[in-house]
């Protein structure tokens, strides 16, 4: 009767001390490459994913929420605030984002306040309110412009571009379990690698979190003249101002009066 109530014992410090089977992200993309030649007028990757639980078993819930955010190269852009001067509008003030994404989708299957609170969406970078944009200044006028100015701005003028965008509605839940989101891209998008990032949520909670990647790259005629004029500058300066003088020379045979 002791060696049973021990074992029994021994048998409940284990189950105590076994953490419970954790979900898991599984994703993959329609396209992992895709190319932009003179004819690309904009495209669109489909993102597959799964919630699984360690040990293969099924998801013991159904109130799942899903983000995806993807972030295209960082790069430091300029932006400038005009204002009319004398009768003529001049750039009277400027600002400089520092590593901003040369493009953000955020993606989510409901809107992100629904999802989980304020401070976890801060403390996570989640969504464009939320997005870290530092900024520098390099014009000193007597009445800076604020901060927030220059964001709004600049959050405003690449979503009407197609760089920046955020879809409460962007994931699909086709089963409790399994999801799809479309990411879109514009016609001018900017090559690199983009970043992929999924988050997993339920009663608020992030509980996984996965990444992947996405290359876009020139190829054909475009690929060429970018590599010339990054590796052969000297070269592609002087093959531009030999073809400008032979396309006005060209022109003045063809239009010239007799």
């Given amino acids: 009767m ?8 021994v048998i409940g410090c284990i189950a105590a001390t076994t953490p419970a089977a954790a979900e898991r992200l599984v994703t993959s ?5 895709v190319m932009v030649t003179s004819s690309f007028n904009g495209s669109e990757v489909v993102l597959f994913g799964g919630i699984e639980r360690e040990g293969g078993n099924l998801p013991g819930r159904g109130n799942y929420d899903i983000a995806v955010t993807v972030v295209g190269p960082r790069q430091d852009i300029v932006t400038f605030r005009r204002e009319r001067v004398l009768g003529i509008w001049v750039n009277y003030e400027s600002r400089i984002f520092e590593n901003a994404p040369s493009y953000l ?7 992100l306040e629904a999802i989980t609170g304020d401070e976890t969406l801060r403390r996570l970078q989640l969504g464009l309110d939320n997005i870290a944009l530092p900024q520098r200044s390099d014009s000193d006028p007597a009445n800076g412009t604020p901060s927030g100015v220059f964001r709004q701005a600049f959050l405003k003028l690449n979503d009407e571009r197609g760089l920046y965008r ?7 839940f086709l089963t409790p379990a ?18 992929i990032d999924v988050k997993l949520f339920a009663d608020a909670a992030m509980i996984a979190r996965t990444t992947s990647a996405l290359e876009i790259y020139k190829a054909g005629f475009e690929q060429f003249v970018t590599s010339s004029a990054q590796n052969h500058g000297t070269l592609y300066g002087l093959a531009t101002s030999l073809m400008a003088l032979l396309t006005g020379w060209f022109a003045s045979v063809v239009f010239r009066r007799d």
């Avoid at 002791?2 to 014992?9: C, D, E, K, V």
């Avoid at 989708?105 to 809107?111: D, G, Q």
Wanted: hydrophobic share 40%; aromatic share 4%; net charge neutral.
């Fill in 2 to 9: 002791i060696r049973s109530l021990a074992a029994i014992s």
């Fill in 29 to 33: 993309l329609s396209e992992h490459r």
């Fill in 105 to 111: 989708a955020v993606l989510s299957n409901r809107p």
């Fill in 178 to 195: 399994l999801f799809q989101a479309s990411i879109a891209l514009p016609a001018n998008v900017p090559t690199g690698t983009y970043e």
């Fill in 166 to 172: 955020q879809e409460p509605n962007g994931v699909t």
